[in-house]
């Protein structure tokens, strides 16, 4: 009896160990020792595109101690910001102005001179939100100026996921460019662009000037020629030499 099931046992091993063998020889077909690397597109566009997201746009306003108001920087400073704000702002402005310290009657004239400049540079008071904060005991005290607009960004560059040097793989034969190519073009692009919605859609035409189309038109209708003539622009000129 003791020798039956081992016999039984001894088939049953074999069997599972002619499964095994046969699973490995299938998965072993499949496997590639040169594993194909991933196609990446050709087009620098396509590898480095340009997004556009929400970000922020921020000016700190620095507050000495012992000094109200803003200094003649600080207020240019607070001009271009308003001017931007009005010129491509996606949401109203967050004032962020410390308090709890000795630098709060600094920070409150320096309040009101900010609000005089936006008032006059036509912010709305009812887009401007003030919040407080307590500095910490290292860090300066400053008001932060906030607002929400869009930006384009690219990248990130600097990433090397091959090496340039040749070799005996296809990808090297096929004299494509490498993944880095165009992505600091595509970054300077980025940030250079003044409007970022225009990377998503043009912007509305604005009506032609009617009195020159009109003026051309009816010259090009009398078969003259529709060119304007300048008279005088090279008058004021100092000497006549080399005429």
Request: hydrophobic residues 35%; positive net charge; glycine residues 8%.
């Amino acid at each position: 009896m003791k020798a039956i099931q081992k016999a039984q046992r001894r088939r049953v091993l074999a069997l599972r160990l002619l499964v095994a063998s046969a699973l490995a020889a299938t998965l072993a077909g499949c496997y590639r020792t040169d594993t194909a690397q991933v196609e990446y597109p050709f087009d620098y566009r396509q590898r480095h595109p340009i997004t556009v997201r929400e970000g922020t746009q921020s000016v700190e306003v620095m507050v000495g101690r012992n000094r109200g108001g803003l200094t003649p920087s600080q207020r240019l400073d607070v001009v271009a910001f308003a001017q931007s704000w009005r010129r491509d702002s996606s949401s109203g402005v967050i004032i962020d102005v410390p308090h709890g310290g000795p630098t709060d009657r600094a920070a409150a004239e320096s309040m009101r001179e900010i609000r005089s400049i936006f008032a006059a540079v036509g912010l709305p008071a009812n887009a401007i939100y003030v919040r407080s904060y307590r500095p910490t005991r290292y860090s300066l005290a400053s008001i932060k100026l906030n607002y929400s607009r869009l930006v384009a960004e690219a990248g990130p560059c600097g990433e090397w996921p091959a090496d340039l040097g040749t070799s005996w793989k296809s990808t090297d034969m096929e004299n494509r460019p490498y993944w880095n190519l165009g992505c600091a073009s595509q970054r300077n692009l980025a940030a250079m662009v003044e409007n970022p919605a225009d990377l998503i859609q043009p912007r509305g035409e604005t009506p032609p000037y009617a009195p020159r189309r009109s003026t051309m038109m009816n010259r090009y209708t009398k078969g003259e020629s529709p060119s304007s003539t300048y008279v005088g622009f090279d008058t004021g000129k100092i000497t006549d030499i080399g005429r």
